[in-house]
């Protein structure tokens, strides 16, 4: 479950950031010209994302302990993107890989024993 709230924690952060004026993004990956051909849908969509992750966390650990711990997530996948993303330093393919190798890394983790 943590995986699949940092996944939505990311893309919605991504999106709102593919939409920032001031974002550092070079104009020739392919989702900034989507994002700003398509400003309002990713701005609601990203912050929609947010509410759902948080929402999770909420349902998952309690009120309290959800919130904290999604505004930590967003705090460092923020830190993260606002330095990762003009690098271009991972792609697509290599976080795709990451977050499947998490999501089964997170099962075996929960039901193995």
């Known amino acids: 479950m943590i995986t699949v709230t940092i996944l939505l924690t990311i893309l919605g952060f991504y999106m709102l950031l593919l939409t920032s004026k001031r974002a ?10 989507l994002a ?3 400003k ?6 990203g912050v929609l994302l947010l509410i759902i992750a ?3 966390l909420s ?3 309690g009120i ?10 967003l705090s460092i996948v923020a830190s993260l993107a606002v330095i990762i993303v003009p690098l271009q330093v991972v792609n697509y393919k290599q976080m795709t890989l990451i977050f499947i190798l998490s999501f089964i890394f997170e099962l075996y983790l929960t039901y193995a024993s």
């Open 24 to 33: 550092a993004i070079l104009k020739t990956i392919p989702e900034r010209k």
């Open 36 to 38: 700003v051909n398509n």
């Open 40 to 45: 309002q849908v990713f701005n609601i969509s």
């Open 54 to 56: 948080f929402v999770v």
């Open 59 to 61: 349902i998952v650990w």
């Open 64 to 73: 309290g302990a959800g919130i904290i711990s999604e505004f930590i997530i």
